[in-house]
């Protein structure tokens, strides 16, 4: 993935630019750390970890050395290759114990477009069959999501706004207070065909213990 153009900037305070670049600063480092423990644990090499999960070597490369935040939908497909959850890659590790997540301490992962957002709502701890994720769709817009692992189910609740979810052909709308299960092994696509932003939270279930 590319550095997002500054020109995306265009319009923020100074000190709010500074904010977004200092936490995806953070995000690439937090990403950066966990790709290289993951990859190296399991005895990859970058050329058959980029073969396994079909992105390039360069941007998994670039992505290890911290010098960019990859999408969401290039980070499912690493996650994928690897075995792991999807916040395994994101969220920095914890100790034992009880742990606070501020909001305004969160990492947010978004599309290319910019148009999808998704936050992992509690920390990775190895061993877990579930992950929660707070989810944003802008209006007018759509995510296409690639299959995860064989078995993995998607519970999402809609919170605010219109949802369609479209899964083997299938479309399926949803109203704010909607819930929906779904089998999400096999490609689906988020789409709001609303004017306001939609919120979602979204709990992924595995079949097997991930980690």
Do not use: C
Not at 24 to 48: D, F, Q, Y
Not at 55 to 62: C, G, K, P
């Amino acid at each position: 993935m590319r550095d997002a153009p500054k020109d995306h900037l265009a319009g923020i305070p100074h000190e709010a630019e500074g904010d977004l670049e200092n936490e995806a600063h953070e995000l690439a480092e937090i990403v950066s750390s966990n790709l290289k423990r993951l990859r190296r644990s399991r005895g990859h090499s970058l050329e058959r970890l980029a073969n396994l999960a079909g992105v390039s070597r360069a941007m998994l490369s670039q992505i290890e050395l911290g010098r960019s935040v990859p999408t969401i939908s290039l980070l499912w497909k690493v996650a994928r290759a690897l075995n792991v959850p999807f916040s395994a890659l994101t969220s920095p590790s914890t100790g034992s114990g009880t742990v606070v997540m501020r909001s305004k301490a969160a990492k947010i992962l978004t599309s290319a477009d910019g148009s999808f957002t998704s936050r992992a709502l509690f920390p990775f701890e190895a061993e877990r069959q579930v992950e929660f994720y707070k989810l944003t769709l802008a209006a007018q817009s759509q995510e296409n999501a690639v299959a995860h692992a064989a078995g993995t189910i998607e519970n999402l609740t809609v919170v605010v706004g219109d949802v369609e979810i479209e899964v083997d052909g299938s479309v399926y709308s949803l109203h704010a207070d909607d819930s929906i299960i779904f089998q999400a092994d096999v490609p689906h696509i988020y789409r709001n065909p609303g004017h306001v932003m939609a919120i979602m939270y979204l709990v992924m279930s595995y079949v097997e213990t991930v980690g």
